[in-house]
């Protein structure tokens, strides 16, 4: 299985102040299909995770901008560009190029 | 609205067995590839079990291998999730999902004697 590993585990962060959380994987993640299915998930606390970014930079549907994701192959980024206190929460990259699909360990942000 | 609905939670002595459930509204649920997802307290998400759209398809996580069994019955937009034999280590959260994009609220399973 695709083993993905997030650093930091852990992430302060400054209200305001831009964020960035990274993910590794152990292949490349670039599909057959010229895609490459690596998300970003967002769980708040007491609540399930949410869809934040879809095959590396696309927003999902009602996500501020504040969000962006980027990278190829096996190192991916997602930063939040001003930190909001909404945001604290933990945050998981999944990939689904291999089968099957494999979550890194999270990533938490506090204030 | 898109929505995940699970049940079927509960409070399980350890070997017994449970029948997890999920309704999907809102979306194509027959064309949809649907998984199920765990998270015991405190801990990440662990990746449970996978169906295709027409049950072709099934995978099981080595943790749960034999123990469980993940249906769906596309006619009425329902995902099921029989578990038996279960362990204190299966003590989590299990959600329900749509790929990526759709996730329930979850439902609670907690194994102890």
């Known amino acids: 299985d695709i083993v993905m590993t997030q650093t930091p585990l852990s992430s302060p962060v400054t209200l305001g102040q831009p964020a960035s959380l990274s993910c590794r994987s152990s292949?490349?993640?670039?599909?057959?299909?010229?895609?490459?299915?690596l998300s970003w998930l967002q769980q708040r606390p007491g609540q399930p995770p949410r869809l934040l970014i879809y095959?590396?930079?696309n927003r999902f549907s009602g996500v501020p901008d504040r969000f962006s994701g980027s990278g190829a192959g096996t190192d991916f980024t997602l930063k939040i560009s001003r930190v909001e206190a909404e945001d604290v929460g933990v945050y998981y990259c999944?990939?689904?190029?291999?089968?099957?699909?494999?979550f890194g360990q999270g990533t938490k942000v506090e204030i | 609205e898109v929505q995940l609905v699970e049940s079927g939670g509960g409070l399980v002595q350890p070997g017994g067995s449970l029948r997890l459930s999920c309704v999907g509204s809102?979306?194509?649920?027959?064309?949809?590839?649907m998984l199920w997802v765990r998270q015991a307290p405190g801990k990440g998400l662990e990746y449970v079990s996978y169906?295709?759209?027409?049950?072709?398809?099934?995978y099981y996580a080595d943790s749960v291998k034999g123990r469980f069994t993940i249906s769906r019955d596309n006619a009425n937009s329902s995902l099921y999730l029989q578990m038996h034999s279960l362990r204190a280590e299966d003590t989590a959260v299990y959600f329900c999902?749509?790929?990526?994009?759709?996730w329930g609220q979850g439902t609670m399973v907690t194994v102890s004697s």
């Open positions: 999902a749509r790929g990526a994009e759709t």
């Open positions: 809102g979306f194509s649920f027959s064309s949809s590839t």
């Open positions: 169906i295709s759209s027409n049950s072709g398809t099934i």
């Open positions: 292949q490349s993640l670039l599909h057959s299909d010229g895609n490459t299915y």
């Open positions: 095959r590396i930079s």
């Open positions: 999944v990939q689904a190029t291999h089968f099957p699909r494999t």
